[in-house]
């Protein structure tokens, strides 16, 4: 077991979903392609889409094609989600909860 993963599993289950979210969101992989990453950014920017508390996006604007974006995202999300809490023995909810702090941090939180 490598030095970090022996950190990560000594952390309370909190911090260790904390920690598992970090790196997913670290390592860039709540976007689904390049050319969706560039469609969840211009939608970020012209204020179309906006980051949830649960970790998931909102649509401001709910045109079908913010829509589709924000169902594609929130299904890959949920899918990471679900792996990371897995792996770090916390329930969805919590890691939903970490995530949507960090992603809010990030961007900017629903208005």
């Known amino acids: ?38 469609g969840l950014d211009q939608a970020r920017s012209a204020g179309q889409v906006c ?11 709910p045109t079908p094609e913010v829509k589709a974006l924000v169902d594609s995202t929130n299904s890959q999300r949920l899918r990471l989600y679900q792996e990371a809490a897995r792996k770090e023995g916390v329930t969805l909810l ?8 960090k992603l809010r941090e990030r961007h900017g939180s629903c208005r």
């Open 94 to 101: 919590e890691m939903q909860a970490v995530s949507g702090v």
């Open 1 to 38: 077991m490598t030095t970090v993963k022996k950190r990560i599993m000594s952390l309370p289950p909190l911090s260790k979903a904390l920690a598992g979210v970090t790196l997913v969101l670290g390592l860039g992989i709540l976007g689904a392609s390049p050319a969706l990453a560039l």
């Open 51 to 61: 980051e949830g508390a649960d970790g998931l996006l909102k649509a401001v604007t």
